[in-house]
């Protein structure tokens, strides 16, 4: 530890330094002359076998990105919330829920990304929804239940995964991101989608696959610039005739549900398709086959 701290008391004498990088060193903690590096913009320590960050980290005021991936890290510090120049900080495959997460968190207006794949979170902190700049919230793997009710506060959101989570339904204010292009809700236990939905105008791929949704509402027929729709392993019985209304789908990925029809205005339009998805349904086997010879012809 000391021959490290030598290492970084000299390189942070060198006025340009603006990034370190101490990952898959072996630490435990973070040494106590990091913090001093004051003029740091990128800290990097991934890799390592952390549990917690030192309390004094908000003094590192410069700071715009920090990558603590495949660390052990169960709480982060009140002084998290002094960051105010950060806009990246990487925490996939930690040991945080929601009780490590200070209030303070969420005075981190300048946040604009923040992955928390692979945790231990039964629900969102209640703080995250004051982070209204954030363009990519990453929530995979988890143990999510539920969301707040006013989830769509965060309008900027661009991309969200839920993937691999105990969902059982979306909150209605999600029709409020209209900015969001990319959802993945995945692995999940969805039975039905909100009306609001139709709201999602920016929307361009909703990943849907494994969960137990009995219908593809008419909802996302009002999702116009939509390009994919991956609605596999479900329990849909139905699919609504908007969706074949879509002028810019390009993928519709509907195997292994329980549907024995579909739309005719869809069947009439699905040669547009690059791919579309058939089989594991209880349609005549003939219907299918045509279909996805149609669909072999079309793709690129």
Known sequence: MLEMEQLIHVDSEEDELEELDLSDKGLECVPDCVTSCTRLVGLYLEDNSLTSLPD???????LQEIYLRRNQIMNLPESIGELNALQCIYLENNELNEDGIPDSFGNLLSLEGLPMHNNNFTRMPTCFLNLTGLQELYFDNNKLTSLPENFGVLT?????GLTNNQLSQLPKSFGALSKLEILHVEGNCLVKLPKTLSG????????????KLEKLHSCIGR??????????NNSLRGVAKRIAELPKLKHLLLANNKLDSLP???IA????????????NQLASTF?????????????
């Open 200 to 211: 999602l105008t920016a929307l361009k791929r909703l990943y849907l696959q494994d969960n």
């Open 264 to 266: 005719e205005t869809l």
């Open 269 to 280: 339009k699905s040669s547009n398709l690059r791919r579309f998805t058939l089989a594991g």
């Open 223 to 232: 999702c116009e610039n939509i390009q994919v729709i991956n609605v596999e």
């Open 56 to 62: 004094n980290i908000g003094q590192m005021k410069g």
């Open 156 to 160: 900027n959101l661009r991309e969200l």
């Open 288 to 300: 299918v086959s045509n279909f996805e010879n149609l669909c072999e012809s079309t793709n690129e």
